[in-house]
C-alpha cells in the first residue's frame, strides 16, 4: 500500500502534467488566432489585428504560467507540510528511529520538490518557447 506523501507526490505529478497540456494547447490556440489574424491582417491592411492577436497570445502564455505555477506550488506546499508532519509524529513515536525517518523525509521532500521544478520549466516553456 503505498503511504500519504507517495500519494501525494503521485497526484501532484498528475496535477503538473494536466497543467502542461492545458497550457500547451491553449498556447497553440492562441498561436492558431494569431495566425488568422495575420491572414486578416494581410487581406485588410492593417497592422492592428495583427498586435492585438499578439497581446492576447501574450495574456494567454502569462494565464496559463501562472496557473500551472500556483496549482503546483500550493500542492507542493501542502504535500510537504503532510509529509513533515508526518515525519515529526514518527519521531515523536520512535526516537531511535529519528536517523533513517530523516532520510526518508528528505528523499520525499526532494521528489515533491523536482514535481515543482518541472511545472517551473513548463512554464518557462509556455512563455518563451510557444
Same mark, same amino acid.
Given at each position: ?5 507517495? @500519494? ?15 497550457? !500547451?494547447? /491553449? ?16 487581406? /485588410? #491592411?492593417?497592422? =492592428? ?11 494567454? @502564455?502569462? !494565464?496559463? /504560467? ?7 506550488? =500550493?500542492?507542493?506546499?501542502?504535500? %510537504?507540510?503532510?509529509?513533515?508532519? @508526518?515525519?515529526?509524529? +514518527? ?7 529519528? +536517523? ?5 523525509? %528528505?528523499? #520525499?521532500?526532494? !521528489? ?13 516553456? &509556455?512563455? !518563451? &518557447?510557444?
Amino acid at each position: 500500500m503505498k503511504t500519504s506523501v507517495q @500519494k501525494i507526490t503521485l497526484l501532484l505529478l498528475a496535477v503538473v502534467l494536466l497543467l502542461s497540456v492545458f497550457a !500547451f494547447v /491553449s498556447a497553440g490556440l492562441q498561436q492558431d488566432n494569431v495566425a488568422l489574424a495575420a491572414d486578416e491582417e494581410a487581406a /485588410s #491592411g492593417t497592422e =492592428t489585428a495583427l498586435a492585438v492577436a499578439e497581446q492576447k497570445t501574450k495574456q494567454a @502564455k502569462s !494565464f496559463a /504560467s501562472a496557473i500551472i505555477i500556483a496549482a503546483v506550488a =500550493t500542492a507542493g506546499a501542502i504535500a %510537504m507540510s503532510l509529509a513533515i508532519s @508526518k515525519a515529526i509524529d +514518527g519521531i515523536a513515536r520512535q526516537p531511535e528511529a529519528e +536517523g533513517k525517518i530523516r532520510t526518508t523525509l %528528505m528523499l #520525499g521532500l526532494v !521528489f515533491i520538490e523536482t514535481a515543482i521544478i518541472y511545472a517551473l520549466i513548463v512554464a518557462i516553456l &509556455v512563455i !518563451f &518557447v510557444l
